[in-house]
């Protein structure tokens, strides 16, 4: 089991910044790869960023391409995303997730999720 858990969420004006943390513990961080998804209300879970065990590859949505920043220290057993520039349409519940295996884009193939964190951007 790899328990996760969000932070850093918030209320921020369009154009503001916000760094959201995610927490692991359980299993050994390093074997398992991450990503952050999103869900907005009335909306299914999308995919926003994933990064590699090791942390050398990454991939981030259109959506959040140029704007937002995937990273992770293995030693603290967290992951980041540094979200810049942002608008009201990123406004969402956003949430990270470990799986054991390669690049994923779908939810489906996350075992492990957080409770999620929420970022508010107004207008």
């Known amino acids: 089991q790899v328990q996760l858990v969000e932070s850093g969420g918030g209320l921020v004006q369009a154009g503001g910044s916000l760094r959201l943390s995610c927490a692991a513990s359980?299993?050994?961080?390093?074997?398992?790869?991450m990503a952050w998804f999103r869900q907005a209300p009335g909306k299914e879970r999308e995919f926003v960023a994933f990064?590699?065990?090791?942390?050398?590859?990454?991939d981030t949505a259109g959506s959040v391409k140029g704007r937002f920043t995937i990273s992770r220290d293995n030693a603290k057993n967290t992951v980041y995303l540094q979200m810049n520039s942002l608008k009201p349409e990123d406004t969402a519940v956003y949430y990270c997730?470990?799986?054991?295996?390669?690049?994923?884009?779908?939810?489906?193939?996350?075992?492990?999720w957080g409770q999620g964190t929420q970022v508010t951007v107004s207008s």
């Open positions: 997730a470990a799986r054991n295996g390669i690049r994923n884009w779908s939810p489906h193939a996350y075992a492990y």
């Open positions: 359980g299993r050994t961080f390093s074997n398992y790869a």
């Open positions: 990064i590699s065990i090791s942390g050398s590859s990454t």
